[in-house]
Each structure stands twice: as C-alpha cells, then as structure tokens.
Nanobody, 126 residues
Framework: QLQLVESGGGLVQPGGSLRLSCAAS????????IGWFRQVPGKEREGVSC????????HYADSVKGRFTISRDNAKNTVYLQMNSLQPEDTAVYYC???????????????????WGQGTQVTTSS
C-alpha cells in the first residue's frame, strides 16, 4: 500500500510562512505526479498546486500564485509546498496526493489522484 505522510503544518500569524512536506514510504515518488489540496469544513476539497513527476511542470491555483511554491527532491523522496504571505483564508487541512497516470503534466482534479496522505492542519490567525 502506497503511503504519503504530510508534515510541517501549524499555527502562523498572517504574513508568515510554512513549508509543508509530503514524504513517501514503501515506494519512490520519482514516477508520480504530486498534488497539494486543501479543505475546510463544509467546503469541497480544492486544488492548491501540483507538480509533474519530472518537476518540469507545475500549476497553481490563482489564490496562491506568487505566494506558494511547489518543489520536489526525488533523492529525498519528498515534495514540498513553500507557503509565504499566509492569510487567514489559507487556513485548512492540507493534503498531498499521488498520481501515476497523467503524462506530461499533473492533474488538477482530486478524483485523478489515487493515493492520499492523512493531511496536516494549517491555521493562519493573529
């Protein structure tokens, strides 16, 4: 069973930064596109960012463009989401997910991802 583990969440003041990590166990991430999603209670899970298996293609939601950066270190079997200038509206549970089917890019729909982590809470509040 493929396992993804998110870490790095926490409480941060508006304008602060956090770096989320998505680590894999029992398999290598090299061949997987990785997506970051977030969800707040009562709302649908929304895409935040994704990165292709090669790292050559990335995509961001308009709401985080210019503030968040996705990257991957295949040697460490980890994908990162650097989040800067965090705002209260960024408060959510953040999930990473893995997909192996999409070629040349990364999927944006959550249904296209087969494997999910358990999530990490990010709270932006003063």
């Amino acid at each position: 069973q493929l396992q993804l583990v998110e870490s790095g969440g926490g409480l941060v003041q508006p304008g602060g930064s956090l770096r989320l990590s998505c680590a894999a166990s029992r398999f290598t991430l090299d061949y997987y596109n990785i997506g970051w999603f977030r969800q707040v209670p009562g709302k649908e899970r929304e895409g935040v960012s994704c990165i292709s298996s090669s790292g050559g293609f990335t995509h961001y939601a308009d709401s985080v463009k210019g503030r968040f950066t996705i990257s991957r270190d295949n040697a460490k079997n980890t994908v990162y989401l650097q989040m800067n200038s965090l705002q209260p509206e960024d408060t959510a549970v953040y999930y990473c997910a893995a997909d192996r089917n999409t070629v040349g890019g990364c999927p944006w729909r959550s249904v296209d991802y087969a494997y999910w982590g358990q999530g990490t809470q990010v709270t932006t509040s003063s």
